[in-house]
């Protein structure tokens, strides 16, 4: 499994509360990304990066903001968290591959975000 | 903006037959992913398709694709029970340096005994 792991797994918040999620790599890959899964959506890029302090916007970004500061780091932050932000939330990561330039995404275990 | 279309979304199907996962793009790639999730869980890569013509093939499950038009297949033999799970086509639209893929919503598979 490739070396991704996320914190929390589960959070409750109270609305209009920040709110940071953590994604964490020990693979070294280039690119990391936040997505976020909804019923009916699939999964939805919210913000990616392609380097230390190197991020774009993904197609839902209003709301969140992402940080990178070392390569193993990506920060999902929540500025001030609104119901409409409940989600279960994946950062996937992707680096050289083989075959072509980059390898397929490998998921993290996922944030299950409740805003209350 | 690039749009990934699957259909059918739902696919209810009996134990034993044979069923067909269609995946449209909107915009030129030569790269496109099947993955697969099962309920509560993350998402697991099944095959990487990097060129036009490309197949691939694991156990009762084959993803091709065609570049020209736009379309990945996914087809399942003989459908058991343990491929009951919602499967996932992602399209890489950078065709530069930046990486990202766009999914479409999913197929949630049901095979039924």
């Known amino acids: 499994d490739a070396g991704i792991t996320q914190s929390p797994r589960h959070k409750v918040t109270e609305t209009g509360t920040p709110v940071t999620l953590r994604c964490h790599q020990t693979?070294?890959?280039?690119?990391m990304y936040w997505y976020r899964q909804d019923p009916g959506h699939g999964l939805r890029l919210i913000h990616y990066s392609y380097g230390v302090k190197d991020t774009d916007k993904g197609e839902v970004s209003d709301g969140y903001s992402v940080s990178r500061s070392k390569t193993e780091d990506f920060l999902l932050t929540l500025e001030s968290a609104t119901s409409s932000q409940t989600s279960v939330y994946f950062c996937?990561?992707?680096?050289?591959?083989?075959?072509?330039?980059?390898?397929?995404?490998?998921f993290g275990q996922g944030t299950r975000l409740t805003v209350v | 903006e690039l749009k990934v279309e699957q259909n059918p979304l739902f696919l209810s199907m009996q134990e034993g037959k044979n069923y067909t996962i269609y995946c449209n793009y909107s915009?030129?790639?030569?790269?496109l992913y099947w993955y697969r999730q099962d309920p509560g869980k993350s998402l697991e890569s099944l095959f990487v398709?990097?060129?036009?013509?490309a197949v691939k093939q694991e156990g009762r499950l084959m993803a091709s694709l065609d570049t020209k038009a736009r379309l990945s297949t996914l087809h399942i033999t003989a459908a058991v029970h343990d491929l009951s799970a919602t499967y996932f086509c992602a399209v890489d639209e950078s065709g530069g340096s930046n990486y990202k893929l766009t999914f479409g919503k999913g197929t949630l598979l049901t095979v039924n005994p």
């Open positions: 398709l990097l060129s036009n013509g």
């Open positions: 693979e070294n890959h280039r690119y």
């Open positions: 915009t030129t790639s030569d790269r």
């Open positions: 996937a990561i992707s680096g050289r591959g083989a075959e072509s330039g980059y390898t397929e995404a490998f």
